[in-house]
C-alpha cells in the first residue's frame, strides 16, 4: 500500500536552520502536507505544497518536493525553542475520500 | 474560531467495559476521521465517513467502530475496551478536499 516515511529525531541548535525530510511512495499525489504537533496537543496544519510546485516559501518555513525522487522536506529557517515539536508529513492518498496518509513522525529537538 | 472538539482530554476504563468517544466539528465539513497515534507508529486511521450515516474502514478498524447520526458529530465506539487499545485518538474533519483540522486528542487508558 502508499506510504510516507520519516526520520523519527532531529536535534539543532537554536539559531540553526532545521531540515526535516519525507519520503512517499503514492506517484499521483495531489497535495503533500506539513503539520505540528505540540506536547499534549492535536495536529495543526503548518503548510502544504501541490504537486506541480518545486517550492513554497512561508516566512521561516521554506519546503521543497521532488516529484522524481518522491522527496519533500521542511526547512525552517533560525530555529526557535517554540519549534520544538513532532513534525509530520502527509500524502493525500490518490483512491479518493481525501483520505490522508501520515508519516511516522518526526521529533525535533532544539537545544540553547 | 473554527473547532472540533473532542469530549474528553483523558479517560480511564476497564477491560471489558463499552467506550464511547465523541467529535464535534463546527465548519460544516463533510469529512471526518478518527486516527490512533502511538509512539514510533505515527497516525494510523481506524474509520471515516464522507457523509451522514455513511462509513468506511481504515487501516486498522477491528475492535471498533462509529457513528456518524448528524454532519458534526462522529463518534468511535470501543465495543469491548482491551489493553492493546490504550492510546491518543485523534479526531479530523475536513472538506471534500482540503487539509485536516485536528481535536486535541483524548488519551485513552484501559486497565
Known amino acids: 500500500g502508499e506510504d510516507v516515511e520519516q526520520s523519527l529525531f532531529l536535534s539543532v541548535r537554536e539559531g540553526d536552520s532545521s531540515v526535516i525530510n519525507c519520503t512517499y511512495t503514492d506517484s499521483s499525489s495531489t497535495y503533500l502536507y506539513w503539520y505540528k504537533q505540540e506536547p499534549g496537543a492535536g495536529l495543526q496544519l503548518l503548510t502544504y505544497i501541490f504537486s506541480n510546485m518545486d517550492m513554497k516559501q512561508d516566512q521561516r518555513l521554506t519546503v521543497l518536493l521532488n516529484k522524481k525522487d518522491k522527496h519533500l522536506s521542511l526547512r525552517i529557517a533560525d530555529t526557535q525553542t517554540g519549534d520544538s515539536a513532532i513534525y509530520f508529513c502527509a500524502d493525500s492518498f490518490s483512491g479518493g475520500y481525501n483520505k490522508l496518509i501520515f508519516g511516522a513522525g518526526t521529533r525535533l529537538a532544539v537545544h540553547p | 474560531d473554527v473547532k472540533v472538539t473532542q469530549s474528553s482530554r483523558y479517560l480511564v476504563k476497564r477491560t471489558g467495559e463499552k467506550v464511547f468517544l465523541e467529535c464535534v466539528q463546527d465548519m460544516d465539513h463533510e469529512n471526518m476521521f478518527w486516527y490512533r497515534q502511538d509512539p514510533g507508529l505515527g497516525l494510523r486511521l481506524i474509520y471515516f465517513s464522507y457523509d451522514v450515516k455513511m462509513k468506511e474502514k481504515g487501516d486498522i478498524p477491528e475492535g471498533y467502530s462509529v457513528s456518524r447520526e448528524k454532519k458534526e458529530r462522529f463518534s468511535l465506539i470501543l465495543e469491548s475496551a482491551s489493553t492493546n487499545q490504550t492510546s491518543m485518538y485523534l479526531c479530523?474533519?475536513?472538506?471534500?478536499?482540503?487539509?485536516?483540522?485536528f481535536g486535541s486528542g483524548t488519551r485513552l487508558t484501559v486497565v
Open positions: 479530523a474533519s475536513s472538506t471534500l478536499r482540503g487539509g485536516y483540522t
